[in-house]
Protein backbone atom coordinates (compact mmCIF):
# COMPACT_ATOMS: atom_id res chain seq x y z
CA UNK A 1 0.00 0.00 0.00
CA UNK A 2 1.28 3.48 -1.28
CA UNK A 3 1.22 6.18 1.28
CA UNK A 4 2.64 9.73 1.39
CA UNK A 5 2.48 11.33 4.46
CA UNK A 6 3.10 15.41 5.42
CA UNK A 7 4.53 16.92 8.28
CA UNK A 8 5.73 20.13 9.16
CA UNK A 9 2.85 22.71 8.77
CA UNK A 10 2.12 25.12 11.79
CA UNK A 11 1.26 28.50 12.31
CA UNK A 12 4.06 31.44 11.45
CA UNK A 13 4.13 34.85 11.11
CA UNK A 14 4.79 36.58 7.91
CA UNK A 15 8.35 36.27 6.91
CA UNK A 16 9.22 33.24 8.43
CA UNK A 17 9.58 29.99 7.22
CA UNK A 18 8.37 26.52 7.58
CA UNK A 19 10.18 23.15 5.87
CA UNK A 20 7.61 20.35 4.87
CA UNK A 21 7.67 17.16 4.68
CA UNK A 22 6.89 14.10 2.64
CA UNK A 23 7.82 10.48 3.49
CA UNK A 24 6.60 7.88 1.08
CA UNK A 25 6.14 4.13 1.61
CA UNK A 26 5.01 1.55 0.04
CA UNK A 27 7.09 1.11 -3.52
CA UNK A 28 9.93 2.84 -4.69
CA UNK A 29 9.12 6.22 -5.96
CA UNK A 30 12.57 6.65 -7.96
CA UNK A 31 11.09 7.10 -11.42
CA UNK A 32 7.91 8.87 -9.98
CA UNK A 33 7.42 12.87 -10.73
CA UNK A 34 6.88 14.44 -7.05
CA UNK A 35 4.61 17.89 -6.29
CA UNK A 36 3.59 19.85 -3.97
CA UNK A 37 -0.25 21.20 -4.32
CA UNK A 38 -1.87 23.29 -2.08
CA UNK A 39 -5.69 24.56 -1.27
CA UNK A 40 -6.68 27.66 0.40
CA UNK A 41 -10.11 28.05 2.04
CA UNK A 42 -13.36 28.21 -0.76
CA UNK A 43 -10.21 28.27 -3.61
CA UNK A 44 -9.07 25.14 -5.93
CA UNK A 45 -5.88 22.89 -5.04
CA UNK A 46 -3.39 24.42 -6.86
CA UNK A 47 -0.19 23.53 -8.12
CA UNK A 48 3.04 24.43 -6.21
CA UNK A 49 6.30 23.16 -7.53
CA UNK A 50 7.15 19.94 -8.73
CA UNK A 51 10.31 17.76 -9.73
CA UNK A 52 11.30 14.07 -10.70
CA UNK A 53 12.74 11.82 -8.00
CA UNK A 54 15.29 11.74 -10.26
CA UNK A 55 15.98 15.37 -9.74
CA UNK A 56 16.26 16.03 -13.33
CA UNK A 57 13.69 18.56 -13.61
CA UNK A 58 11.72 21.10 -11.05
CA UNK A 59 9.44 23.40 -11.60
CA UNK A 60 7.92 26.42 -9.07
CA UNK A 61 4.43 28.19 -9.37
CA UNK A 62 5.05 31.65 -9.88
CA UNK A 63 4.07 32.71 -6.76
CA UNK A 64 6.65 30.90 -5.00
CA UNK A 65 9.50 30.96 -7.10
CA UNK A 66 12.70 32.67 -5.21
CA UNK A 67 10.87 31.72 -1.92
CA UNK A 68 10.25 28.11 -1.94
CA UNK A 69 12.11 25.24 -2.68
CA UNK A 70 12.37 21.23 -2.76
CA UNK A 71 14.66 18.43 -2.22
CA UNK A 72 14.51 14.77 -1.29
CA UNK A 73 16.48 12.62 0.68
CA UNK A 74 16.61 9.45 -1.63
CA UNK A 75 17.47 6.88 1.53
CA UNK A 76 14.88 8.09 3.34
CA UNK A 77 12.17 8.18 0.60
CA UNK A 78 10.89 11.93 1.88
CA UNK A 79 10.76 15.29 -0.05
CA UNK A 80 11.01 18.34 1.62
CA UNK A 81 9.59 21.73 0.41
CA UNK A 82 11.58 24.18 2.77
CA UNK A 83 9.30 27.64 2.38
CA UNK A 84 10.91 31.28 3.05
CA UNK A 85 9.34 34.33 3.31
CA UNK A 86 5.87 33.82 3.78
CA UNK A 87 3.05 35.90 2.89
CA UNK A 88 -0.29 35.44 4.36
CA UNK A 89 -1.39 34.46 0.53
CA UNK A 90 0.88 31.26 1.39
CA UNK A 91 -2.55 30.00 3.54
CA UNK A 92 -3.18 26.26 2.79
CA UNK A 93 -3.74 22.82 3.46
CA UNK A 94 -0.88 21.38 1.88
CA UNK A 95 -0.61 18.34 -0.24
CA UNK A 96 1.97 16.56 -1.19
CA UNK A 97 1.64 14.10 -4.50
CA UNK A 98 3.41 11.52 -6.58
CA UNK A 99 2.63 10.02 -10.00
CA UNK A 100 4.06 7.90 -12.64
CA UNK A 101 5.03 9.51 -15.32
CA UNK A 102 2.32 8.35 -18.01
CA UNK A 103 -0.32 8.95 -15.64
CA UNK A 104 -2.27 12.14 -14.35
CA UNK A 105 -2.47 13.36 -10.91
CA UNK A 106 -6.00 12.39 -11.01
CA UNK A 107 -4.64 8.99 -11.00
CA UNK A 108 -1.67 9.51 -8.45
CA UNK A 109 -1.10 8.89 -4.48
CA UNK A 110 -2.16 11.89 -2.54
CA UNK A 111 -1.48 12.62 1.15
CA UNK A 112 -3.80 13.65 3.54
CA UNK A 113 -2.43 17.28 3.55
CA UNK A 114 -0.53 19.54 6.38
CA UNK A 115 -2.03 23.09 7.21
CA UNK A 116 0.01 26.09 7.02
CA UNK A 117 -1.36 29.49 8.41
CA UNK A 118 0.86 32.55 7.90
CA UNK A 119 -0.58 35.44 10.11
CA UNK A 120 0.43 39.29 9.11
Known amino acids: QVQLVESGGGLVQAGGSLRLSCAAS????????MGWFRQAPGKERDFVAV????????NYADSVKGRFTLSRDNAKNTVYLQMNSLKPEDTAVYYCAARDPTTTWGKGYWGQGTQVTVSS
Open 51 to 58: FSWSGSST
Open 26 to 33: GRTFSSYI
